[in-house]
């Protein structure tokens, strides 16, 4: 385990803990449940290509879409309707901003926007 020198938590801002393998997140994952009683899930970041932890009430997987925004970058795009609206969710709690979830006929996913008219 060490610190990510390009991940940082949402809430803290602070460096998070990087694993190299799956079976390093899964032993965390263990640790935690077991020392602190939190719910934790895996996942293989993007961006660094390492392992973090998620508490897993927030997770909600997505991927980078082939699909592009008004300023040419990719979209985050969720397999489920469940799992966009869950990140919606998400987004209005810790931020109070409104999105709203449109199924995409090019990619057959699911991404968020601002415009409640844009579907």
């Known amino acids: 385990m060490f ?3 390009t991940c940082l938590s949402k809430s803290t801002g602070q460096p998070l803990k990087s694993y190299e393998n799956e ?5 965390a994952i263990g ?3 077991a020392a602190y009683g939190n719910e934790q899930v895996k996942y293989l970041c993007q961006k660094c290509g390492y392992w973090h932890l998620s508490p ?6 997505n991927h980078k879409s082939y ?10 795009a969720y397999p ?4 966009a609206l869950r990140r919606a969710e998400i987004i209005y709690e810790e931020r109070g901003t409104q999105l709203y979830v449109y199924h995409c ?3 057959d996913e699911w991404h968020l926007t601002h415009n409640p008219e844009s579907f």
């Open 67 to 76: 699909c592009l925004d008004s300023n040419g970058r990719p979209k985050q």
């Open 3 to 5: 610190d990510s020198e």
């Open 23 to 27: 079976l390093e997140a899964e032993d």
């Open 80 to 83: 489920t309707r469940e799992s």
């Open 31 to 33: 640790y935690v449940k």
């Open 56 to 61: 897993k009430n927030r997770q909600t997987p």
């Open 105 to 107: 006929a090019d990619c």
